[in-house]
């Protein structure tokens, strides 16, 4: 036992004195693995001597132990800890006697976060003085540290009935504040993921009506949900009913563990970062949003790769095929002359040929002015389609419906395409995804969420270490016309550049190689054939 109190000190010589660890009914859990207390053997007393002794030792101010119900890990009760102390300005010698203090939920509101939504902010400190009543301590409508931890349980850990006695506070703290507004401020966490931000984020009209779509029980699969900018938003729930309507939203239940997860530990999951560029379509709340909608095997990625850009590679169909067929699961957006925002996640690798393929992990998706995400039906496996060159059959990308009548149809122009549902495209169940049926397309981005991974016992060393720029005529023509050689020195290492998704353009991972495409000139009219297998 005394070893295990020497380690969990040993955890906070690297934290501040006032950081106490809190113990909940004799478990205490560190850093994911639970060390057993035997609190009925060993009463808090004798633990508490112990650990006396240890400070002494140390010289470290004597952390403290609370018993209450709790899931929280160390570093959680550090910080619910610290919130408390700041909050009330205690000193840090003081921490013996945290426990008793009580601090007003108007200065806990204000230790929060400032990127928390305000009225989320001041509904938690009201939420905590009255868990802090309920364990039986006489805060007068003040809140303590158990009162804070217990709070934090409910908003993080609790089930939607325990939740929904957080909305009733919430409504009565907020005048006039109701379901939009709720979904407004829960939807605010998308905007945590932006770095750069010091104030609680504004969510978009789109997001808003989508999470609204999510909430309602009336949504049935034959909706009408076609983007139309004259129709009127669907109705806003009824807050008295939010424990039904948030059970049914997944998307409303992640984000609102989200942002209180951050709101009491500081803390956000992980979210893929976009490297290669920025994007100049895509906003948090479209990335939140598709990135909750891919299948869990593309979740982990850490980055989406940016392969191409209108801007930066214009309208040439060769160069987007090379950047493209071949690479990896990716994901497309597309703008048409009339705003409209929209595109499709491709699973599987994309090839040429007159035959529909891929798998049942592509989607379809709208974002402006309607947001929406639209999945396999099962109807059939007209996942994905794309072709150039034939004489008799379409060239283009395609996803969903049938030939010459896709789900979403770009042709080898590049300057428009089609997207065709009456009402509904049978593959993704999606509807018109564009303002006009025939449209016109504005813009075009293509963002690599998986690479392609072969084993690389598959691949001719000689091939492997080729690329276009080591054709020295090629590469002295490309010099001669000014264009700079930015993959020059591309591929001569095995480690990729910070500019490449790890496992692209060759690059060895776990014992396998991800092939891409080698030409990072946008201008290059040709494909390097033999790079590829």
């Given amino acids: 036992m005394s070893t295990l109190l020497l380690e969990m000190y040993d955890q906070q010589k690297d934290i501040a004195a006032s950081s106490l660890p809190i113990m909940f009914n ?25 650990i006396t002794a240890i400070s002494a030792a140390t010289n470290v101010t004597t952390p403290m132990i609370l018993t209450c119900e709790s899931r929280h890990t160390f570093h959680e009760r550090v910080a619910l800890t610290n919130c408390v102390r700041k909050a009330g300005n205690f000193p840090q010698q003081d921490s013996q006697e945290l426990a008793n203090r009580t601090v007003s939920p108007t200065a806990l509101s204000k230790e929060l976060s400032q990127r928390v939504p305000e009225r989320i902010r001041v509904a938690i400190g009201l939420f905590a003085a009255k868990c802090a009543q309920r364990h039986g301590q006489d805060s007068n409508n003040t809140v303590t540290l158990i009162g804070l931890a217990e709070a934090s349980r409910v908003l993080v850990f609790g089930n939607a009935t325990e939740k929904a006695d957080f909305v009733e506070v919430y409504a009565a703290a907020n005048a006039g504040a109701g379901a939009k507004e709720l979904l407004q401020d829960i939807g605010a966490s998308v905007g945590l993921y932006e770095p750069k931000a010091n104030s609680a984020y504004v969510i978009n009209y789109s997001f808003l009506w989508f999470l609204t779509e999510q909430s309602r029980n009336d949504v049935v699969a034959g909706d009408d949900t076609q983007s139309d900018t004259s129709a009127s938003p669907p109705p806003f729930p009824d807050l008295a009913s939010f424990e039904t309507w948030f059970q049914q939203n997944r998307y409303l239940q992640n984000l609102w563990k989200v942002l209180f997860q951050f709101a009491f530990f500081g803390r956000l999951p992980e979210f893929p970062s976009m490297v290669g560029g920025s994007s100049s379509l895509l906003m948090v709340e479209d990335r939140y949003v598709l990135h909750a909608s891919l299948p869990s095997e593309f979740k982990s990625e850490k980055t989406w790769f940016r392969l191409f850009t209108g801007d930066q590679n214009g309208k040439s169909w060769t160069v987007f ?197 080698f030409v990072d000139v946008a201008e290059v009219e040709f494909v390097y054939t033999s790079s590829r297998l």
């Fill in 321 to 517: 095929m090379g950047k493209v067929v071949e690479a990896g699961s990716i994901l497309f957006v597309f703008r048409d002359k009339d705003d409209h925002v929209f595109g499709a996640f491709a699973a599987a690798d994309l090839k040429t040929g007159p035959n529909f393929f891929g798998n049942s992990s592509s989607f379809l998706y709208s974002l402006r002015p309607r947001m929406g995400i639209y999945q396999s039906t099962g109807y059939n496996s007209n996942y994905q389609y794309m072709n150039h060159g034939a004489a008799t059959y379409p060239n283009g990308l395609g996803f969903g419906g049938q030939l010459d009548y896709f789900g979403l149809w770009i042709s080898s122009s590049f300057e428009g395409g089609h997207s065709k549902a009456s009402p509904r495209s049978t593959t993704f169940d999606s509807p018109r995804l564009s303002n006009k049926e025939e449209f016109t397309l504005d813009y075009c981005e293509a963002w690599l969420i998986k690479p392609k991974e072969v084993d690389d016992r598959l691949i001719d060393p000689k091939q492997a270490k080729k690329s276009v720029l080591d054709d020295d005529i090629t590469s002295s023509l490309l010099e001669m016309s000014g264009r700079r050689m930015y993959s020059k020195e591309v591929g001569r290492d095995d480690e990729p550049s910070n500019n490449e998704p790890a496992g692209y353009m060759r690059s060895a991972v776990n014992g396998k190689v991800a092939l891409g495409d």
């Fill in 26 to 50: 004799g478990d205490y859990e560190m850093e994911g693995s639970t060390q057993a207390i035997a609190g009925s053997l060993i009463g808090d007393s004798q633990i508490q001597t112990w």
